[in-house]
C-alpha cells in the first residue's frame, strides 16, 4: 500500500514562498514522470510542473514558469515543488501526481495522463 506524506501548504502573503514535498511510500515512483497539480475552488485542475522520470526535462504551466520550481530526490522518493513570489491566484489545493505511463519519452501537460497521491495540501495566498 502506498503511503503518501504530502506537506508545504499554509496561508501566505503575496510575494511570499513555499516549498513543497511529497515523500511516497510502499512503492517506488522513480521510472514515472511526476507532476504537481493544483485545484482551485469552482476551477478544473491543471498541471501545474512536470519532470520527467530522468529528470532531464521539465514542464510549467503558463501562470508559474519562472516562479515555480520542480524537482525530484529519487533516493527519497520524493518529490518537491518550490513556489516563489505567490500571487492571489495561486491559492488552491496541491497534490503530487505520476504519469500514468511507465518511462514515457516525453512529459505530458494532460491532466488525465496523471494519477493524483495522497490528500493534497491547501495554499491560500492573501494579504
Known amino acids: 500500500q502506498v503511503q503518501v506524506e504530502d506537506t508545504g501548504g499554509g496561508l501566505v502573503q503575496p510575494g511570499d514562498s513555499l516549498r513543497h514535498s511529497c515523500a511516497a511510500s510502499g512503492a517506488t515512483f522513480s521510472s514515472f514522470t511526476r507532476a504537481w497539480v493544483r485545484q482551485a475552488p469552482g476551477k478544473e485542475s491543471e498541471i501545474v510542473a512536470a519532470?520527467?522520470?530522468?529528470?532531464?526535462?521539465?514542464y510549467y504551466a503558463d501562470s508559474v514558469k519562472g516562479r515555480f520550481t520542480i524537482s525530484v530526490d529519487n533516493a527519497k522518493n520524493t518529490v518537491y515543488l518550490q513556489m516563489n513570489n505567490l500571487k492571489p491566484e495561486d491559492t488552491a489545493k496541491y497534490y503530487c501526481?505520476?504519469?500514468?505511463?511507465?518511462?514515457?519519452?516525453?512529459?505530458?501537460?494532460?491532466?488525465?495522463?496523471?494519477?493524483?497521491w495522497g490528500q493534497g495540501t491547501q495554499v491560500t495566498v492573501s494579504s
Open positions: 519532470i520527467s522520470w530522468r529528470g532531464d526535462s521539465t
Open positions: 501526481a505520476r504519469d500514468v505511463v511507465y518511462k514515457r519519452s516525453t512529459v505530458v501537460a494532460g491532466r488525465a495522463e496523471y494519477v493524483q
